[in-house]
DNA sequence: ACTATAGGCAAGTCATGACTTGCCTGTCAA
DNA sequence: TTGACAGGCAAGTCATGACTTGCCTATAGT
């Protein structure tokens, strides 16, 4: 996949970069139950972390493995292209 | 379908909003010719109309029927919902 | 050594969205 | 009124992504 916009489409992946961004660096085990309780997601553990391989793929979170435990941070920088494609003022040619 | 992220997450789409930014108010057929000219983009009539219609769901874009010929305009203010989202400055408790 | 915990790999099911083809409606110009 | 142009409706194909189940690896504690 690794594309920023296919990655954002499932509801289940946003709801991953809400909770990371209420409590960042959390482990697969943490986000499956935050999740399950706050988001009303209730999704299998396989699942969370597909959508964490996705996420990680197109730099949305960044990952730190220490021993037994794997932190997930949440990285919102490429969302700024999204900005930058529409949301800019226009400019006859591009300000390059 | 009538979701902001799943509407973007087809190039196709991606496409047409930016060509609409290039030159705003186009027609169907107008966009079809230039989206296969300049974007590469060779798809059918009713495939773009399809999209459009997407678009327009999601409040992308706006149209104005005059006669014989539909115009579509670029309403690029729903992206601001991303921002707001998550490329806000955090706040313990929303700044509401 | 054994067990519990944290995570990964792989294959399979299922639904939905992207795109096509075919035909129909409406407006303008000769 | 006939033909050309702009657009819409509907059904069908096809691929891909979301999610599951089952099993395997690795680290830590007792």
Redo the contacts with the bound molecule.
Sequence with gaps: ?ADLF?AL??P?RRAILDELRERDGQ???ELCTRLAMKHDLA??R??I???LD?LESVGLLTTKRE????YHFLNTSPLQAIVDRWLTPKGKDEVS
Tied chains: 1, 2.
């Excluded at 021993?67 to 794997?70: A, E, F, I």
């Design positions: 996949m296919e489409s499932a289940a482990t697969l085990f999704l299998t396989q699942a972390s597909q959508h996705v021993s037994r435990y794997k």
